[in-house]
Structure formats: structure tokens, C-alpha cells
């Protein structure tokens, strides 16, 4: 069984070298100057005990891949870049290829289940960083992450077991679990947090901002008879991963929204992270003005090429009030 990662970003490039490293045949989907550094460099894997330069191959589309029904694709880029990855996919891969969506949000599954059957939802802790070309960097060590899945919608079958399995090999925490997409909701709510980290800093988290923008999130979950498992469990299972530590002598600075700012990535997942709780709320008529004006500003940021934590605060505010908050 082979693994194509497509979307050889933090989260894609930390699970490469890991399952790299322990004997998995992995290739890596990658594109512009992060493609070019990793054809001619190799994947420069950097952890707070170590760097290492992994020789793992590099292409740039599924086409080239040749995927078959005994291979495994882990999307790892944002959702915003999935419909394009999976058209690509639907047109060079086996439909009995497995697809798991090693991403945030709950988009990715239900865009992938249009074309495959065998799709997987793997709910992703993960503190690693992508900000220059060919280079990754894991704060935790040994234990990286906590990369749970599941079949989507629901169950676990011999497949997810056997991916299971593998990942936990590669050292991550891992289960297979028949209730994923509860996890990723849970992770959601928390997701919501992104954007306020990448607006007004890291120091913005666990703000009373962040705090407005996750009960908001709780209210549409609520309305929509959504089922999100508990914080304190989410907690005792991300409480497996190690504690981060400093990796090249600098600790981690911002999650994925943050970096897509800091790289000028040119978009950005708000849309589907707090987007999905404004479109929640519009279903199920609860009010969202907070995640709508964080949707809203993330994504001017990224048109302008603004600086992470670079927001307003005055003007953040006015627009939640023009937007009944």
C-alpha cells in the first residue's frame, strides 16, 4: 500500500516523513516553489531533536502519480484548494481509491464522497509549520500529533484499521474511530479560533473574542442538532501528543491560518471554518455576526497581503456591530 500526499504543506509534509521514516512507500503531491525545493532537495524535516533531509518523491499531479485502488491519497492541503485536487483525482484515480481528508473542517468529506466511496475523515492535531519552501517543521516530539479517523460518514472498516495502524507506527496517536465526524466538529468549534489568531495575533487565543466566536459556533451546532464530542474528552485525547518544544531554537508561532497570512499564501480557510458556522447559522437562523466579520476581514487580509495580527480592533468591532452583534 502505497501513500500519495497530496498537499505537502505542514500537516502533509510532517505525515510523510514520519510514515517516510518507517518504512512506507510515500509520494508527495506538491506544487510551484515547494515542488521545486523538494525535487532538488529532498523534504528538510526539522523536530525539537533533530533535522533530517528525506529523499521522498515528488510530483506535481495526480496524473503522474498513476494512482491505483491499492493506493491511499491523504489530502492535506486547505479546503479551499480541495474541489480542484478532487476533480484531478476523479480524472487520474482508481474510483476504489481510499481518500482520507487529513484536514480542518467538515467540507472535505461530503466534496470527496461525490466521487469515491472509500472516503476517511481524519481529525487533526498537529503543531507543525510551513513557511518556506521544502522545509517542515513538528514541535512535538516523540509523539507529534494525534491523528484519529474513521470512515465517512460513520463506521470503521478494515481499511481505516490498517491506515490506523500505519500512522500509529509512524508515531502519532491514532484510533480508528466509527464516530469521526463528531471529533471534527469539535474540532471546528476550535477551528474558529484560526482566525482570530491570524487576525490579531497568538496572544489573541483563548480571548474573549475567540470565546464569543466558539459560542456562537456551540449555538449553531445546537440548532442544527449537530453532535460534537465533549471538550474534556477532545482534551485527554490531544493530551497524548508530546509537549511542544522550540525546533531550530524558536518555538511555534501560529497555526495554518496564521501561516497562510505570514506566507502570502494568496487564500486562506476562513471560508470554510468560520464560514461554516455562518452557514449553519443562516440555516438554522442564529445570528453569527462574530464568525461572519472574521470570515470577512481574513479574507480581505489575505487579498491585500496584510501582515498576520495585523487587524484593527476598532474597526473589527464596528463591522460586528454593522453586523448585528
Known amino acids: 500500500m502505497r501513500y500519495v500526499i497530496y498537499g505537502a504543506g505542514a500537516i502533509g509534509g510532517t505525515m510523510a516523513a514520519r510514515l517516510h ?61 480541495t474541489a480542484p485536487a478532487l476533480l484531478e483525482l476523479r480524472d487520474h484515480a482508481d474510483p476504489a ?24 475523515g481524519m481529525c487533526v492535531y498537529l503543531p507543525a509549520q510551513h513557511l518556506e519552501p521544502g522545509v517542515v517543521q ?41 464516530d469521526i465526524m463528531r471529533w471534527k466538529y469539535a ?24 470565546q464569543r466566536a466558539r459560542a456562537e459556533a456551540h449555538a449553531c451546532c445546537a440548532a442544527a442538532a449537530i453532535d460534537f464530542t465533549p471538550a474534556a474528552e477532545t482534551t485527554a485525547r490531544h493530551n497524548l501528543m508530546s509537549p511542544l518544544r522550540p525546533v531550530a531554537g524558536k518555538p511555534h508561532t501560529g497555526g495554518s491560518s496564521w501561516q497562510s497570512l505570514a506566507r502570502q499564501a494568496g487564500s486562506i480557510e476562513s471560508d470554510f471554518l468560520n ?26 487580509m489575505t487579498r491585500d497581503g496584510s501582515a498576520p495580527g495585523s487587524a484593527g480592533p476598532a474597526q473589527f468591532d464596528a463591522l460586528v456591530v454593522q453586523l448585528g452583534g
Open 97 to 120: 481509491t481510499a481518500v482520507v481528508c487529513a484536514q480542518n473542517g467538515v467540507e472535505n468529506e461530503r466534496l470527496a464522497l461525490r466521487y469515491f466511496a472509500g472516503v476517511y
Open 275 to 300: 464560514g461554516e458556522i455562518v452557514l449553519l447559522g443562516r440555516l438554522h437562523d442564529v445570528p453569527t455576526p462574530v464568525n461572519e466579520a472574521l470570515r470577512q476581514t481574513a479574507a480581505w
Open 21 to 81: 521514516t518507517t518504512g512506507q512507500d510515500v509520494l508527495l503531491i506538491a506544487r510551484g516553489a515547494n515542488l521545486a525545493a523538494l525535487q532538488r532537495d529532498g523534504l528538510h524535516f526539522q523536530t525539537p531533536d533533530g533535522d533530517e533531509c528525506l529523499e521522498i518523491p515528488a510530483l506535481a499531479t495526480p496524473r503522474e502519480a498513476k494512482i491505483s485502488a491499492d493506493d491511499v491519497v491523504l489530502l492535506a492541503m486547505k479546503t479551499q484548494d
Open 138 to 178: 513538528a514541535f512535538a516530539a516523540p509523539t507529534p500529533g494525534v491523528l484519529d479517523l474513521g470512515c465517512a460518514p460513520d463506521g470503521v472498516d478494515e481499511r481505516a484499521q490498517r491506515i490506523a495502524a500505519d500512522v500509529a507506527a509512524a508515531g502519532f496517536a491514532c484510533e480508528a474511530r466509527p
Open 187 to 210: 474540532k471546528l468549534i476550535s477551528n474558529v479560533g484560526n482566525a482570530v489568531q491570524a487576525l490579531f495575533g497568538p496572544g489573541a487565543r483563548g480571548s474573549d473574542l475567540d
